[in-house]
């Protein structure tokens, strides 16, 4: 009786485990605008199309049921042609709480991809961690990027 009162318990125990894991995991899903703020773009001397850019840029998160966030970030790509590597730091700001994250991507083509690996968060994101991605979108506007985001965001069980 003892043994079986044990394995009942740890079959107890395991499944609370594993729920209160899943409970912490979110995939958050949306179309994201940037536009630049204070965006510096440099040329190099001497190198045709060699171009060194950094700043602060904004953006507006937009979810398929109409939820919105927004995104405050420093950007910073070294690009040949259009073409080369990007990173930088978002601020994501939701009615529930904030993501912060580091990124890094490339762009080829005129596309960029990259991945997230996020840092921390606030409110219902507090001591958040996790990976997401980046995409870009067919984009119709000018002056703006169009961004497909996917972050698989993970907090502290409760």
């Known amino acids: 009786m003892r043994k079986s009162l044990a394995v009942f318990l740890s079959g107890v125990a ?7 894991a899943l409970a912490g995991e ?19 001397t001497n190198i045709e199309g060699q171009t060194v850019a950094s700043g602060r840029l904004f953006g507006v998160a937009v979810f398929k049921d109409g939820r919105i966030g927004v995104k405050e970030f420093v950007n910073s790509a070294d690009l040949l042609k259009g073409t080369g590597p990007f990173y930088g730091y978002s601020t994501y700001t939701f009615e529930e709480g904030s993501i912060t994250a580091r990124y890094t991507g490339s762009v080829k083509e005129g596309r960029s991809n990259g991945e997230y690996t996020i840092l921390s968060g606030t409110g219902a994101y507090a001591n958040a961690t996790g990976t997401g991605s980046i995409e870009s979108a067919p984009n119709p506007f000018k002056g703006v990027n169009l961004l497909n985001i996917k972050l698989v965001v993970k907090t502290p069980g409760t």
């Open 26 to 44: 979110q995939v958050l899903e949306f179309k994201l605008v940037t536009k630049p703020i204070d965006y510096k773009v440099t040329e190099a």
């Open 14 to 20: 395991l499944i609370m485990a594993a729920s209160t």
